[in-house]
């Protein structure tokens, strides 16, 4: 019994929109038969009487013969989804070598190759392979996109063939086919009813309404009623909870609703947020290393250089220009921060959506089983001279207090209490065991509900059962929109009811229904689903079960009223702080639910998402399409009464707003969404498999608030993954420079391409590592969301970037020259420049940590793997000094103790000058920040964080 399903508040909202076009439409026969039933592009077939149904479809209520159910196989095919091309693994592993950073990676291994360096040859292959292998096992892990929507269709059902029910694949179902349901079988394809006993469905995964639906064998709906309100109609993916049904079959496969949603699945999903910027980041930094190498070779060539010394120019400047070790950082980064967000609940399924929470400007998030636990729950009472009662608990908590103001209640009201909850408990369908868990609750979820809340007033409900034996009972209908049954007490007979207000409250003894309609009315509108709880005595001439017992129940006035009982799917607990969390971080929450307009914005007022009716779109809004669409819904915060293609269009509409959308859900009607968003974050435990699959992310406790650790981890990624960045492409700079100007100073070159791939691999190779693993920066859900148009390479990165190049490429090359000068030779000169160049990197690393915070105010102990890196540099780099055979390779020898600590305070060099220019920079924030004493402004935390450049926003 599910008279939840039927509310007072239904006839306060406005109706809902138009469907968009049903999957029902236009199923064109295969085969070009145009004498095949099927249904045409203008086809509303839950607009249509079922004589017009069966009529359209050639069909009748006795089903198919045999030979015509092949014949219409033929023509329709069998009854499942297309099967999608699945990416083979060598698809995926050449997709990792699509970068114009690679392009330029492989081009400087084919000219090493001419050259006969193979050692730079090797050493750039090997960083190519191992980056693809890293970048190819997520793919492949990720493989799997309509697998789960291809296993929503049921394998076996029954259907009438030849006037006689048989058991059949449901592969084999065609249009004009009657199949017979049952409690608890799955829909097989979309059908209209023939005939329905107290049926109820829960389709909750495709419409997102969190009741079930009562199903009826009514006549024609009006041709714009919503998905959701189509009472007369089974959809596939959908489940029988209760009752039976006997219907025809309109599509079939691919044209079934959830067949619609799985072909969204197959287009192009939305790229995430870091692998745009990536792409840009590595365009241009190709475009200016190809300028870089084509200008030098130019020049060289110009001077008369050879064609051979010219190629060896270009081939080092290449290797110091090109980060070959960035993409392998860059993926190390992102699985770091991988295994941190699933210690915080957040599984990443695609390895670039790490950061893309981090990123979102707007979080779009699915209602029932992510912002609430999808448990409904009686939370108010209102008892007749007694008045409101609040219930404590939620969901499936037995434990709960019954309070008026806050106190206990008086030992009458507690009284009349319990007696609603005995009545609620005796008529009702449900079993509860408070001692199996999980296992031990089954039936409607209203009327779990009910059981828990007789629990919670101190009944025992088994034994109440039992005293109170059930004569005969009257299920819940739509039509009569309540349930009754008859139940002998010992003392006498009782009739108890439970059902829609509007119907039981006329029907009882309240001195003033108007007053208590309103009071329903008015809980209704606080977002409470509402139902009526009366009893009736019967004399003894009622008798036993019987004719007798069934007319009792079909005479119901007199009732004696025992009040009201408000139920709300209760949010989850950490909703409300996540909510408040999001808006700090700068990011908009918009809910998104199958519920009516009043109740969705009586949830967002609790959650702080919304307050005003201006606020919320329906999906009727949505499906006008009227002018400014896109305007307002990116206005609105609460969309109500949505279908699965208004939520991707929604996203849509946001995403040409300028916003970066993630999209939360778990249900089979979220999925196209999700594949649609920027970043798709499905719930892990209760979701579906076909909304985990769609989505870049999966959270692993379905709970909304690891939405917060998301965007906290990912905004930490992000930084993360440019400081390894600026690392790299500094560095890279400053060997740049230092080529260029021993080239126009007439200097030998610096450094061979053999010791520049050294220097790269013994510094930026560990420290990369090791600066990934940075732990997050303070008050990173304190600053505004990424511009999503904000380049990887922001102005504050440029900044660094050359400054630190700078001072490292002119301090060196002054050395280099130095030693030139001085008569050393050119080993012994590059040599020690190697010695430099190394503890200069070392140095530069302590910088990298924080583009805006002093080196000295990060203690070392937040990153000791940091501290091992810069040691273990050094070590390896001397040790290899003394090797033999490797020292030849790398034209090394060792460098005397004293020597080397001259080129330490060179190296500091650096570390003074970043420090100075990070402290400049925040006095002229500090300044900027501080309001004109004429003219008060924001408060100075406010005005910081609206100066801050983007790079200091993480």
């Known amino acids: 019994m599910a008279p ?156 009438m063939r030849n006037g006689a029910v048989r058991r059949l694949d449901s592969r084999r179902l065609v249009p004009g086919d009657v199949v017979v349901l049952e409690g608890g079988d799955r829909v097989p394809a979309d059908l209209r009813i023939l005939e329905a006993a ?110 051979r010394e010219t190629f060896f120019v270009a081939i080092a400047l290449a290797v110091s220009v090109i980060p070959e070790g960035l993409p392998v950082a860059v993926t190390i980064a992102l699985s770091i921060a991988t295994r941190r967000m699933a210690r915080r609940n957040v599984i990443v399924r695609h390895l670039p959506a790490v950061e893309g929470l981090g990123a979102c400007t707007v979080v779009a998030t699915d209602k029932t089983g992510t912002l609430t636990m999808n448990q409904l729950t009686a939370r108010r009472i209102w008892l007749p001279r007694h008045g409101f009662v609040e219930v404590d608990g939620a969901g499936f908590e037995l434990e709960g207090r019954l309070s008026q103001g806050g106190e206990a209640l008086s030992d009458e009201a507690h009284g009349a209490a319990r007696s609603l909850a005995r009545s609620a408990a005796l008529c009702n369908d449900a079993d509860l065991d408070p001692t199996a868990g999980a296992e031990g609750r089954s039936g409607d979820t209203v009327d779990i509900a009910f059981l828990v809340l007789a629990i919670k007033t101190g009944l025992d409900t088994g034994a109440l059962r039992k005293a109170a034996r059930r004569i005969a009972d009257r299920p819940f209908s739509a039509e009569r929109k309540y349930a009754a049954s008859l139940h002998d007490h010992g003392d006498g007979h009782l009739v108890h009811v439970k059902g829609a207000a509007e119907v039981l409250v006329p029907l009882s003894d309240a001195e003033d229904p108007d007053a208590v309609l309103g009071l329903a009315e008015d809980m209704a509108g606080r977002g409470y689903r509402v139902l009526a709880v009366a009893t009736k005595p019967i004399g003894d001439a009622a008798g036993p079960a019987g004719p007798s017992g069934e007319a009792c129940l079909g005479e119901l006035r007199g009732l004696t009223l025992l009040g009201l009982v408000g139920f709300i799917d209760p949010l989850r607990p950490e909703a409300r702080q996540a909510v408040r969390d999001c808006h700090r971080a700068g990011v908009a929450v918009k809910m998104i639910t199958g519920d009516h307009a009043a109740t969705a914005l009586a949830i967002a007022r609790e959650l702080g998402i919304a307050d005003r009716p201006e606020e919320v779109v329906t999906g009727r809004e949505i499906a006008a399409a009227a002018a400014g669409l896109d305007r307002r819904i990116a206005a609105a915060s609460v969309f109500a009464r949505v279908e699965p293609a208004h939520k991707v269009r929604i996203v849509e509409a946001l995403q040409q707003a300028g916003h970066l959308v993630a999209m ?131 102005a504050l990165l440029v900044r660094e970037t050359l400054l630190s190049g700078a001072v490292i490429g002119l301090v060196s090359t002054a050395a280099f020259a130095w030693m030139i000068d001085r008569g050393w030779s050119t080993f012994d000169a590059r040599n020690t420049l190697l010695f430099l160049m190394v503890a200069f990197e070392n140095v530069h690393v302590f910088n990298c940590r924080s583009e805006t915070r002093s080196a000295f105010r990060i203690p070392l102990s937040a990153n000791w793997a940091l501290v091992a890196a810069v040691v273990g540099a050094q070590a390896v780099h001397v040790g290899a000094a003394f090797t033999p055979g490797l020292c030849d390779l790398l034209g090394l020898s060792p460098l005397p103790l004293s020597e080397w600590l001259l080129l330490v305070p060179l190296a500091l060099s650096v570390l003074i000058v970043m420090e100075t220019d990070k402290l400049l920079r925040q006095r002229r924030a500090k300044r900027s920040a501080v309001p004109s004493p004429a003219e008060p402004g924001p408060g100075a935390a406010t005005a910081a964080r609206r100066s801050a450049k983007p790079g200091e926003a993480g």
């Open 198 to 307: 107290e049926t109820q469905a829960d389709e909750s995964s495709l419409t997102g309404e969190s009741l079930p639906v009562d199903k009826v064998a009514g006549d024609a709906l009006p041709p714009d009623t919503p998905l959701a309100e189509r009472l007369t109609m089974l959809f596939a993916g959908s489940t029988l909870q209760r009752g039976r049904a006997r219907a025809v079959v309109l599509s079939t496969g691919s044209r079934t609703e959830l067949g619609v949603i799985a072909g969204a699945l197959g287009s192009p999903a939305a790229e995430p947020p870091l692998t745009r910027r990536l792409d840009r980041f590595s365009r241009l930094l190709g475009l200016l290393s190809l300028c870089l190498v084509g200008a030098v070779v130019a020049l060289q060539l110009g001077v008369g250089a050879s064609l």
């Open 4 to 159: 939840g399903t039927t509310r007072p508040s239904d006839a306060a909202p406005a109706r809902p929109a138009a469907a968009e076009k049903t999957a029902a439409t236009k199923q064109q026969p295969a085969g070009g038969d145009a004498a095949a039933p099927g249904p045409s592009a203008e086809d509303r077939w839950h607009a249509l009487a079922r004589d017009a149904v069966l009529a359209r479809l050639r069909a009748s209520s006795s089903g198919l013969t045999d030979a015509e159910a092949e014949r219409r196989l033929a023509i329709h095919g069998p009854n499942a989804l297309p099967q999608p091309k699945s990416r083979s693994l060598l698809s995926i592993v050449l997709g990792q070598l699509t970068s114009p950073l690679i392009y330029l990676l492989l081009a400087a291994a084919v000219v090493s190759l001419v050259l006969a360096e193979y050692d730079d040859a090797g050493f750039i292959f090997l960083v190519l392979t191992i980056n693809t292998a890293v970048g190819a096992a997520q793919e492949w892990r990720a493989e799997a996109n309509t697998a789960a929507l291809r296993s929503a269709i049921t394998t076996v059902v029954r259907v």
């Open 664 to 794: 939360t859900g778990d249900g089979v009607n979220d999925a196209p969404a999700l594949h649609r968003a920027d970043l798709g974050v499905a719930m892990g435990r209760d979701g579906t498999d076909a909304a985990r699959d769609a989505a870049d992310l999966v959270l692993a406790d379905d709970n909304f608030a690891s939405v917060v650790a998301g965007i906290d981890e990912g905004r930490a990624a992000y930084a993360n993954i440019r400081k390894v960045i600026y690392l790299s492409i500094s560095t890279g700079a400053a060997e740049a420079v230092m080529f260029v100007l021993a080239l126009a100073f007439g200097l030998p070159l610096p450094l061979t391409a053999v010791q520049l791939l050294w220097l790269n691999l013994v510094t930026n190779g560990g420290q990369d590592v090791a600066l990934a693993a940075e732990a997050s920066e303070p008050g990173l859900l304190d600053r505004p969301p990424r511009s999503p148009r904000e380049p990887l390479i922001d």
